[in-house]
């Protein structure tokens, strides 16, 4: 899972912060995009023998893919794409219930537990967010995009202190990924940390 991640673009999802900086400067990051990858992902997610052709319209794809998942049900590939789906399509809680499964499958998925913490968020549910991404970097403590987005969920919180920490960790393990370079912005923006903060 880990090398199909770093062929995926980041997708940003802009979030307001309180008037620390002049307007929107954190996302929560994301795997997945909007772009023909995503076509490439839905078309794999069949097995070679469904003679199921993935029509390019979202909503034929998810058709074609929710009648593919009646016959193979549980399927990651194809829950995943349908949770892409539901987010592209402006449905952050719809893509939730997708993502859990995939993790009933799979509850170690880097991809899918980073993606249900953005759906979560989202949708409005930053708890739920913030438990995902910490649950994330439980199992994968050097995921910078989940270091990332654990740090813009503080940010946005105004637990600054906790940002910075998340961010420093980041910009530690990858300072050259998209993620590690959004840090260093982050905590840019923050400034420096007020003496004798911890």
Do not use: C
Request: proline fraction near 7%.
């Amino acid at each position: 899972m880990e090398s199909r991640s770093r062929k995926l673009s980041t997708a940003i999802v802009p979030l307001g912060v309180a008037a620390v900086v002049v307007g929107s400067w954190w996302a929560i990051n994301s795997h997945h995009s909007a772009s023909t990858a995503n076509s490439a992902i839905a078309t794999s997610a069949l097995p070679a023998s469904s003679g199921v052709v993935v029509p390019q319209d979202p909503a034929h794809e998810k058709a074609a893919l929710e009648e593919q998942l009646k016959r193979n049900p549980g399927h990651p590939p194809i829950l995943m794409r349908l949770a892409e789906l539901e987010q592209q399509a402006g449905h952050p809680s719809g893509a939730v219930p997708y993502w859990r499964k995939v993790l009933d499958k799979d509850p170690k998925n880097a991809d899918a537990r980073l993606e249900l913490g953005r759906s979560l968020y989202d949708s409005g549910d930053a708890d739920g967010a913030l438990a995902e991404t910490k649950r994330l970097l439980a199992d994968h403590p050097s995921n910078v995009d989940g270091l990332y987005n654990l740090g813009a969920i503080y940010a946005n919180r105004n637990q600054f202190n906790l940002a910075r920490q998340a961010w420093k960790q980041a910009l530690a393990i990858d300072p050259k990924s998209e993620s590690g370079r959004k840090a260093q912005d982050g905590l840019a923006k923050l400034g420096p940390e007020a003496p004798g903060a911890r």
